[in-house]
Nanobody, 123 residues
């Protein structure tokens, strides 16, 4: 399974971006998918995750109410809508898949990782 994140960019604080995670190589409809981010000098941290059906979602407290994760099963694509962006959201964002249909906040439980996309938020 290959995952590719895209949609990053540079925005001002308060702006919005939508990240896309495209899966290829195998149908991804039975896998949970998560978004993680890593800022320079910091560990990779959990952002949001979604179950195989899209019926269950989990968010980090720092993004709750601002970010929304969703998936289009038919298109094998997962989205992260990011609103009210803050400078502290600046990081490289990665999507990841796990061999389970249920979301997890632990990066160690995700097996498939794609290259990230840079998000930069200026004040």
């Amino acid at each position: 399974v290959q995952l590719q994140a895209s949609g990053g960019g540079s925005v001002q604080a308060g702006g919005s971006l939508r990240l896309t995670c495209a899966a290829s190589g195998r149908t991804f409809s039975s896998y949970a998918v998560g978004w993680f981010r890593q800022a320079p000098g910091k560990e990779r941290e959990f952002v949001a995750a979604i179950s195989w059906s899209g019926g269950s979602t989990v968010y980090a407290d720092s993004v709750k109410g601002r970010f929304t994760i969703s998936r289009d099963i038919a298109e094998n694509t997962i989205y992260l809508q990011m609103n009210s962006l803050k400078p502290e959201d600046t990081a490289v964002y990665h999507c990841a898949g796990r061999d389970s249909g249920w979301p997890s906040v632990s990066r160690n439980e995700y097996r498939y990782w794609g290259q990230g996309t840079q998000v930069t938020v200026s004040s």
